[in-house]
């Protein structure tokens, strides 16, 4: 696949994604959030996320912290949500 025909798909994909410019540091941590099961963690890889969103699709991401490899403030449909790769998994906090 061209490099091209890849980035169209992935646009396509991500379509419901775009970075949240501006995250409130009261809602990164804590609070409810999504847990992927083991067989939705070894489907999904969270570097695979990283990509897509980050390296590809340019969103912002918080570095290392304690526990935590990575976090991207994302909005997703509109709703601002953290994705973060900690140290028991890949945590999906919606706010």
Known sequence: MSPEKLAKVLAG??????PWPEPSKAYLWGGPCVELSKEQMQSLPPFS????LV???????Y???E???WSI???FKG???LISHEKFGLKIHPV
Not at 49 to 52: C, E, K, P, R
Not at 55 to 61: D, L
Request: charged fraction near 20%.
């Open 67 to 69: 526990k935590i490899a």
């Open 13 to 18: 994909i991500l379509k419901d994604f775009e």
């Open 79 to 81: 709703a601002p949500h």
């Open 55 to 61: 390296t590809f699709s340019r969103s912002p991401y």
């Open 49 to 52: 996320i990283f990509l897509a």
């Open 63 to 65: 570095g290392k912290s």
């Open 73 to 75: 403030p994302i909005l």
